[in-house]
């Protein structure tokens, strides 16, 4: 955190002193929200502050959350997990979705899939569970190998994997009436070959580099790039996310990307 505290503090006193040289504006710079981080990467080129929107993601484990709070430190969009699974509801999702709409934010919710449960039954569980909202942002589907958890220890081919995906996003979009997004880690990608899937919206995590560099190939739309963050509103450690695209392309995405 101090690294980058020392970088607000260095990019402050250039704006006092009327401005930096071209070489360092190109550096420093930029509009985005310079959120905290507690474990900063040490980010060097193609750092997330390329990037002026930026956005949180949210579970139960973020505890009670001061939208209002969240909204106001430059947050301009938050996915909030709904579900899990065929039969787990996050117990904060029904709060952090009224209260996040309350507090002006556009927001969507995610799903962490199951590896012993049907995409279908999945879908319907999420469907279930998550309004069909006007001003909502696209369903995120999140897909992690959970394959040390003693409850389901299942790892199904690259195949297998592919097929049930299309399962639910089928599902899902057809009753949201959007393409969902679909959340994905290094890892994962590269186990099942997802840069096959055609006209998927992809979110992805890469905490030490540029998506360009971990993804090499893939076009993305959003990019988590810590899993510890700090920002306002919210305790502890958050995941803080960039949007690929200017304030103009914010806009224009979510006038066309909205239920």
């Given at each position: 955190?101090?690294a980058?505290?020392?970088?607000?503090?260095?990019?402050?006193?250039?704006?006092?002193?009327?401005?930096?040289?071209?070489?360092?504006?190109?550096?420093?710079?930029?509009?985005?929200?310079?959120?905290?981080?507690?474990?900063?990467?040490?980010w060097?080129?193609?750092?997330?502050?390329?990037?002026?929107?930026?956005?949180?993601?949210?579970?139960?484990?973020?505890?009670?959350?001061?939208?209002?709070?969240?909204?106001?430190?430059?947050?301009?969009?938050?996915?909030?997990?709904?579900?899990?699974?065929?039969?787990?509801?996050?117990?904060?999702?029904?709060?952090?979705?009224?209260?996040a709409?309350?507090?002006g934010?556009?927001?969507g919710?995610y799903?962490?899939?199951?590896?012993?449960?049907?995409a279908?039954?999945?879908?319907?569980?999420?469907?279930?569970?998550?309004?069909?909202?006007?001003?909502?942002?696209?369903?995120?589907?999140?897909?992690?190998?959970?394959?040390?958890?003693?409850?389901?220890?299942?790892?199904?081919?690259?195949?297998?994997?592919?097929?049930?995906?299309?399962?639910?996003?089928?599902?899902?979009?057809?009753?949201?009436?959007?393409q969902?997004i679909?959340?994905?880690?290094?890892d994962?990608?590269?186990?099942?070959?997802?840069?096959?899937?055609?006209?998927?919206?992809?979110?992805l995590?890469?905490?030490?580099?540029?998506?360009?560099?971990?993804?090499?190939?893939?076009?993305?739309?959003?990019?988590?790039?810590?899993?510890?963050?700090?920002?306002p509103?919210?305790?502890?450690?958050?995941?803080?996310?960039?949007?690929?695209?200017?304030?103009?392309?914010?806009?224009?995405?979510?006038?066309r990307?909205?239920?």
């Amino acid at each position: 955190m101090r690294a980058l505290m020392l970088a607000l503090s260095a990019a402050a006193a250039l704006a006092a002193c009327g401005g930096p040289a071209p070489e360092a504006s190109r550096a420093v710079a930029t509009t985005a929200p310079r959120f905290l981080d507690h474990e900063p990467h040490d980010w060097t080129e193609r750092t997330p502050w390329h990037y002026p929107v930026h956005g949180v993601d949210v579970s139960k484990w973020q505890g009670a959350i001061d939208w209002p709070r969240v909204r106001a430190s430059g947050a301009s969009f938050a996915f909030i997990k709904a579900t899990e699974g065929g039969d787990h509801l996050d117990e904060r999702f029904a709060g952090n979705w009224a209260a996040a709409r309350a507090a002006g934010m556009p927001r969507g919710a995610y799903h962490f899939y199951y590896f012993c449960r049907p995409a279908a039954e999945q879908a319907a569980w999420f469907i279930r569970h998550v309004p069909r909202e006007r001003g909502a942002l696209p369903p995120v589907l999140d897909m992690e190998w959970n394959h040390q958890s003693r409850a389901c220890p299942y790892r199904p081919d690259a195949a297998t994997v592919r097929r049930e995906m299309a399962v639910y996003l089928a599902m899902v979009g057809r009753h949201y009436g959007q393409q969902p997004i679909v959340y994905v880690p290094p890892d994962f990608y590269r186990d099942n070959d997802l840069g096959r899937m055609q006209g998927v919206t992809f979110w992805l995590r890469s905490v030490a580099g540029h998506p360009s560099a971990v993804f090499p190939g893939q076009d993305w739309r959003f990019w988590q790039y810590t899993g510890t963050g700090a920002v306002p509103g919210i305790r502890g450690e958050a995941d803080i996310n960039a949007f690929r695209g200017t304030p103009g392309e914010w806009r224009a995405w979510l006038s066309r990307h909205t239920i």
